[in-house]
């Protein structure tokens, strides 16, 4: 199993970001698949979750309305679109296969004040 995450990076608040995360080694159809962040010394959180068929999806109330998963089956990647980023927005991005210990070496997001 490998989770492979990109796009992080340095981005001015109000600012928008789209992470990627290319998944291989499994039957990528049949998971559901989240978004989780850390910041150094908290507890890791679950920013977002679909479901396999892209049909559901959950949001930490503190990005719901500025940050939409999507999935794509074919391709095997999901996705973060984050707009009007904020400062406490920066975090250690991860995205994790659901039911499953499988997690990706994270992509940092920064965003400046």
């Known amino acids: 199993v490998q989770l492979v995450e990109s796009g992080g990076g340095l981005v001015h608040a109000g600012g928008s970001l789209r992470l990627s995360c290319a998944a291989s080694?499994?039957?990528?159809?049949?998971?559901?698949m989240s978004w989780y962040r850390q910041v150094t010394g908290k507890e890791r959180e679950l920013v977002a979750s679909i479901s396999r068929l892209g049909t559901v999806t959950n949001y930490a109330d503190s990005v719901k309305g500025r940050f939409t998963i999507s999935r794509d089956n074919a391709k095997s990647t999901v996705s973060l679109q984050m707009n009007m980023l904020k400062f406490e927005d920066t975090a250690l991005y991860y995205c994790?296969?659901?039911?499953?210990?499988?997690w990706g070496q994270g992509t940092q997001v920064t965003v400046s004040s």
């Open positions: 994790k296969v659901n039911s499953r210990e499988y």
């Open positions: 080694g499994f039957s990528f159809s049949t998971y559901g």
